[in-house]
């Protein structure tokens, strides 16, 4: 049973407890260690590691970011090392919170591996956890669940257990910070299946050694997990004034003077602007691969559901409760976006 595999550590100006910890792995057993200094100021640090037999030294002239530290390491890894002598690789980070017996827990799931993407995961509930690395890791999970549809404890975890069929696919990930990992979650990790590892939660001087832009690499991270729910608002807007400029054009330009100039000018803009408005959910918002005859007859059947709910609760609505007809509508139809978002999704262009 093979049982080899190599660590794999993205480095940004580390703390001077690396140099010992990078020590403690290789007392552990593990003879081959890959750490990618991300442009750090000071190199001091990387010229002592440099001396280890067991160190192979990967350099980056400029800081580019976590992600592309850590796809650095991959591509050295598959271009160096045998796959059918090492299991894959464990992702480390620098600051000293993945203690040695986390990193062997993961060490022996890899050399078990079914192929799927190994997580050491961390129990945010407990006391000595950062409120903001509480508050953040629990908000993107309560995300990735609603969202994503995946269910990750640790979202943010650096501690990882990257098999050798996953390599290739963790090399085709985008993004070049930290939103990187996210990334490799919802891509690779939601193809190949997830396996948890309880490990210690470790947080030295309250997380004051990250290198985590707290706006800016949010704002990736969260760009990246809502992305597909902002094209489809960006199609749907796009369509509605699609939509209207035809209407506009039929009845001012097209048909002027016609004297079913509003029907027929309504009628033939709302099916252009429903065709153009699937055929941009269909390949850009959720980029499904299902047949345009079974996939269109789904999208004609829900506009038409939708049209009559909404004929249908704006009338009861009207009716029921003493507030303008208007109102009622904006927020039935609202209600109804977000429902169409999630049908198309899950049926209409799942994957």
């Not at 509003?262 to 803009?269: D, I």
């Not at 999704?345 to 799942?350: E, L, Q, S």
Request: charged residues 20%.
């Amino acid at each position: 049973m093979k049982k080899k595999c190599v660590i794999l550590i993205p480095a940004l100006d580390p703390p001077d407890e690396f140099y010992q910890y990078v020590q403690e792995l290789t007392a552990s057993g593990f003879q081959h260690i890959i750490v990618v200094d991300d442009g750090s100021r000071d190199k001091n640090i990387f010229q002592r590691l440099s001396m280890l037999p067991q160190v192979t030294l990967l350099t980056h002239e400029k800081n580019y970011g976590k992600g592309k530290a850590l796809r650095t390491g991959f591509s050295y890894y598959r271009d160096h090392f045998s796959m059918s002598e090492y299991t894959g690789v464990i992702t480390v980070d620098s600051d000293g919170q993945h203690l040695l017996e986390d990193v062997n827990k993961i060490r022996d799931a890899l050399s078990f591996s079914d192929g799927r993407l190994i997580l050491g995961v961390r129990d945010f509930n407990q006391e000595n956890v950062p409120p903001k690395s509480r508050f953040g890791n629990k908000l993107t999970g309560w995300i990735f669940r609603h969202f994503v549809k995946l269910s990750v404890s640790d979202t943010q975890t650096g501690l990882r257990g990257i098999p050798n069929s996953l390599i290739d696919p963790c090399l085709s990930v985008s993004g070049d910070r930290f939103e990187y990992e996210t990334d490799m979650l919802i891509k690779v990790g939601r193809s190949s299946g997830i396996q948890e590892i309880p490990i210690h939660t470790v947080y030295h001087r309250q997380n004051e050694g990250t290198h985590f832009h707290p706006i800016k690499d949010s704002f990736l991270i969260y760009r990246l997990l809502f992305g597909r729910f902002f094209r489809y608002l960006t199609v749907s807007l796009s369509s509605f004034l699609l939509d209207i400029g035809l209407f506009a054009f039929g009845t001012k330009i097209l048909l002027s003077g016609f004297s079913h100039s509003v029907p027929v000018s309504a009628v033939g803009a709302r099916i252009i602007s429903a065709a153009y408005n699937y055929l941009m959910n269909r390949n850009v918002v959720f980029k499904s691969s299902s047949s345009y005859l079974a996939s269109g007859a789904s999208y004609l059947t829900l506009c038409v559901i939708q049209g009559l709910v909404s004929a249908a609760l704006v009338t009861a609505g009207s009716m029921l409760l003493p507030i303008d007809e208007v109102l009622i509508k904006v927020v039935v139809d609202t209600c109804l976006f977000l429902v169409n978002y999630h049908v198309q999704k899950t049926w209409i262009f799942r994957h």
